[in-house]
């Protein structure tokens, strides 16, 4: 069974850097064809893509976010994560990670994590 | 890259249809058949209901149904249940500048 857990502070200070890691069970993080992403949701509900990473470190990243964000990869650990730099409160999230799987569908993500709330506040 | 609109919320008895739209551009949703849809509980993890518009992930009762018409796709229920209460989102490959958009998402209630 394919799962996915984000963790990470819940409350980061304006112009800090948030850092999640998602990990990930019941598949392998290594496979051709998996891309493993982040998403958030705001408050008002809307959703965004944040960006994703291949196991190989390859990474395609949201271009109103990647002046700000990175992502990296774990295969020893099958973790990957966020950072996102010089928040602000209008960064304050549900935080998902997601995987994009290739093999099957096209642009979609199969299987996501129940997210954490980030709130950006002083 | 603007969100894609829905409904804010959309209602149904059990046992009715219900069809969430989902308006897009010519730069997204009229440009790919790369839509997908996503069921959310609160608290729970998202859930991909309907991938390329109208393909459904193994799992996934054929109650769901989706299309697409020039910019516009639309999410079906058939056969309400209550277990279908929850939020969805529609989201569309807009190309390798952008990559996705989401919709606004809608609220469905059951009766």
């Known amino acids: 069974q394919v799962q996915l857990q984000e963790s990470g502070p819940g409350l980061v200070k304006p112009s800090q850097t948030l850092s999640l890691t998602c990990s990930v069970s019941?598949?392998?993080?290594?496979?051709?064809?998996?891309?493993w992403a982040w998403f958030r949701q705001f408050p008002g509900k809307g959703l965004e893509w944040i960006g994703y990473i291949y196991f190989s470190g390859s990474t395609r990243y949201n271009p109103s976010l990647e002046s700000r964000i990175s992502m990296s990869v774990d295969t020893s650990t099958k973790k990957f994560s966020l950072r996102m730099n010089y928040v602000t409160a209008a960064d304050t999230a549900v935080y998902y990670c997601?995987?994009?799987?290739?093999?099957?569908?096209?642009?979609?993500?199969?299987?996501w994590g129940q997210g954490t709330l980030v709130t950006v506040s002083s | 890259q603007s969100a894609l609109t829905q409904p804010a919320s959309v209602s149904g008895s059990p046992g009715q249809s219900i069809t969430i739209s989902c308006t897009g551009t010519s730069s997204d949703v009229g440009n790919y058949n790369l839509v997908s849809w996503y069921q959310l509980y609160p608290g729970e993890a998202p859930k991909l209901i309907i991938y390329e518009v109208s393909a459904r992930p193994s799992g996934v009762p054929d109650r769901f149904s989706g299309s697409k018409s020039g910019n516009t796709a639309s999410l079906t229920i058939s056969g309400l249940q209550a277990e279908d209460e929850a939020e969805y989102y529609c989201c569309s490959y807009a190309g390798s500048s952008t990559f996705y958009v989401f919709g606004t998402g809608t609220k469905v209630t059951v009766l």
């Open positions: 997601a995987r994009r799987n290739t093999v099957t569908m096209a642009e979609a993500f199969d299987y």
């Open positions: 019941g598949t392998s993080i290594s496979r051709n064809n998996y891309f």
